[in-house]
């Protein structure tokens, strides 16, 4: 029987993204150069599995390629309703073509999100692209000029926990909680640590320990804490490591991947991969061009891929046991960690 969906998201990678970011969950591939063909023969595809198909152009930096405008109209077009624009911008594109920002707030964008990790060198460096923060400092202004309130976050790692100070400092000479309350909406700022997969894997050995959350000024710890609506820091981030490998230990249960209503990642080669975390070998469906679509969904519905495989058969204490870390303080959220393990496992 034709597999068959209610909902098909898909969020092709046409142009890839101008930064490296240390921290991406995505991982570091290179720049796909695909257009508009590449994205109508995508839909095509999965056009007769689904009863509604949402498009995207981008899974990395959105608005990226020239243009953008072109489509953003392309994207609505094959999807069954499309939009609105998420809270997401090219800040690159922000730095170099006036127009771009107004056509934001056009689309009714009122708040972006931008990701600073202190100062000029430590976010140029964890960006992956010298000139980053001076970008983010005039896409700053631009939105303000524009009625968009930035949006701020931050990640917290354990060299990073010294630029806090600098951030802090930051938020204050831009005036961000007044300005952003003129525009009628309150200015939010977050730190969390992302999670642990992409690029982010390799920063294992920098991740946030309990004593890291205990240099966070508290201004800084109070407006993360409202902004995901807990108690503590503590609550934010999650539990050691340690501990996690101690709840789990007796956890006999798996947990295979949940398949309604996919969203599914697709990358410059043709390359499906369920959006849950990073695209890697692990979690491949299929390839478009080689496989076509129906033997992907095939793989996805019959949880063949690799990392599939293992959420749907390896107990969460067989996971814990072979591949965490007893002793460690690192913080995760449970699903992180787990995705974590099972990246570990797949790559095995
Ligand atoms: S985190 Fe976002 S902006 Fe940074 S490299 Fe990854 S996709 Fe690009």
Redesign the pocket.
């Known amino acids: 029987m034709q597999p068959f969906f209610d909902t098909i998201t898909l969020a092709a990678d046409l142009r890839g993204?101008p930064?490296?970011?240390l921290?991406?969950?995505?991982g570091h591939r290179p720049n796909p150069h695909l257009g508009p063909e590449a994205l109508r023969e995508i839909a095509a595809d999965f056009r007769p599995y689904a009863r509604r198909l949402v498009v995207e152009d981008w899974n990395?930096?959105p608005d990226y390629p020239d243009n953008y405008r072109e489509m953003w109209a392309l994207c609505s077009e094959l999807s069954d309703g499309h939009g609105p624009h998420f809270e997401l911008m090219s800040v690159w594109r922000a730095a170099r073509d006036e127009s771009y920002i107004p056509w934001l707030r056009s689309l009714g964008v009122r708040a972006v999100q931008l990701t600073f990790f202190g100062g000029r060198a430590a976010t140029d460096r964890y960006?992956?692209r010298p000139g980053a923060y001076d970008d983010l400092l005039w896409a700053v202004e631009a939105l303000l000029r524009a009625g968009i309130a930035p949006r701020i976050q931050s990640f917290l790692y354990r060299d990073t926990v010294n630029e806090l100070p600098h951030l802090q400092s930051l938020l204050a000479d831009l005036d961000l909680d007044r300005r952003c309350a003129r525009l009628g909406v309150p200015f939010d700022f977050f730190l969390h640590q992302g999670s642990c997969d992409g690029a982010a894997e390799a920063l294992y050995p920098l991740w946030p320990t309990p004593a890291d959350l205990e240099q966070v000024p508290e201004d800084l710890a109070a407006r993360t804490c409202r902004h995901f609506g807990k108690a503590s820091l503590r609550a934010v981030f999650g539990d050691t490591e340690a501990d996690l490998c101690r709840a789990l230990a007796q956890d006999t249960s798996t947990h295979p991947l949940e398949l309604d209503d996919p969203v599914f990642f697709v990358d410059g080669a043709f390359n499906v991969y369920p959006n849950r975390t990073a695209p890697s070998p692990g979690w491949l469906l299929g390839n478009l061009r080689t496989q076509g679509p129906q033997a992907v969904l095939e793989t996805y519905l019959h949880h063949r891929s690799p990392a599939q495989r293992i959420l749907a058969t390896v107990p969460i204490c067989d996971l814990v046991r072979a591949y965490g870390d007893p002793e460690s303080q690192r913080l995760f959220g449970r699903g992180d960690y787990l995705d974590l393990l099972v990246n570990r496992m797949s790559r095995a």
Request: glycine share 8%.
């Open positions: 993204c930064n490296r970011c921290h991406c969950w995505m990395r930096e960006t992956g």
